[in-house]
Each structure stands twice: as C-alpha cells, then as structure tokens.
C-alpha cells in the first residue's frame, strides 16, 4: 500500500481523533489541556462490564483502561492502559509514550475490519458493542510499518453512558 489516502477507512476523509497513550491519566490531562485546550474532558474506564466483546491479537481480550475525551475537532483522546496485555502496553513497554495512532470515524466496523483486511491490515485489537444499545464499535489495524502509525475504524455510538468522571 503506497497511498495513506486509499485506505478504505480513510476514504478521503481527515482524521476524526489523535490517539496518545500515556503512563499517568491525571498528569497527561493537566499537560494536554495546558497545551489544547478543549474542555472539559470526559472520561470512561473500558474494560470487562463495559465493552461487551474484546479481541487482542485476534483471540478473545480481557484489557481496561482509562480514556479522556476533549471537546476538540479532531478529538484528542488521552488512553492510560491499566491491565493487560494490550497494545497499548506494548507501546509504553517499548519505551513510547505520546502520538500511538489516528482515528476514522466510520459507519461500520464490520465492514472497516472486512475491507482492511482486503487491503491486507490485520487487526490488532478490537472492542465492540460499548454503546447504551449495544452499537459502538472500534478496531485497530497494524499500519506502523507502512505510516508510522497505528490507524484506528471508530463506530460512534448512537448514545454513549455518562463519563465516569469528567475534568476539570
């Protein structure tokens, strides 16, 4: 693949989120406001009760972590991965910390996961169904070696819970 723009979940759109995984939520969300802005930052803990089905490296996951919201657009996503393994933790134990992938927000992730996999991305993790009704899904694809970032198919939930916390 030599075009980021054909990626079928790009699909000539920008990108919907910027996702960073950090170490420490709190001191992550005091440095990005500072820098961003965007408040006030919702927040949400994913994990087993909250996101019915998991997947990591195409078997069955059982990973949480904590995420924060701002208003921007795109939207930054703060994530601090607390059990694992995930590929969040992979990322933090090679030593990286910051930008770790791009968000698309699409229509469905049935058909993001079918059409990457015919561009030949494999998903790496996935997480479905963490909507109020069930709908909501995301998925990440194992682009780094072709763009130097992980890309991410996002199906926003027709209506999300209420944020575990918000900040500030």
């Given at each position: 693949m030599s075009d980021l723009a054909r990626l079928p979940i790009i699909d000539g759109r920008g990108a919907s989120q910027i996702g960073i995984v950090v170490p420490d939520l709190e001191a992550a969300l005091?440095?990005?406001d500072g820098l961003w802005g965007g408040g006030p930052w919702r927040g949400f803990t994913y994990g087993a009760g909250f996101i019915p089905e998991v997947r990591y490296r195409g078997e069955p996951g059982s990973y949480t972590m904590r995420i924060?919201?701002?208003q921007l657009t795109p939207?930054?996503?703060?994530?601090?991965?607390l059990d694992g393994p995930s590929i969040y933790h992979e990322f933090l134990e090679r030593g990286s910390t910051g930008l770790h992938?791009?968000?698309?927000w699409v229509d469905s992730i049935d058909e993001s996961l079918a059409s990457m996999a015919a561009a030949g991305y494999e998903c790496t993790q996935s997480g479905c169904g963490y909507g109020l009704d069930?709908?909501?899904g995301y998925a990440y694809f194992d682009t780094e070696r072709d763009f130097g970032v992980i890309l991410e198919a996002i199906e926003v939930p027709k209506r999300r819970r209420e944020p575990d916390f918000t900040w500030p």
């Open positions: 005091e440095r990005y924060a919201l701002n939207q930054i996503e703060l994530i601090q991965p992938h791009l968000g698309f069930g709908d909501g």
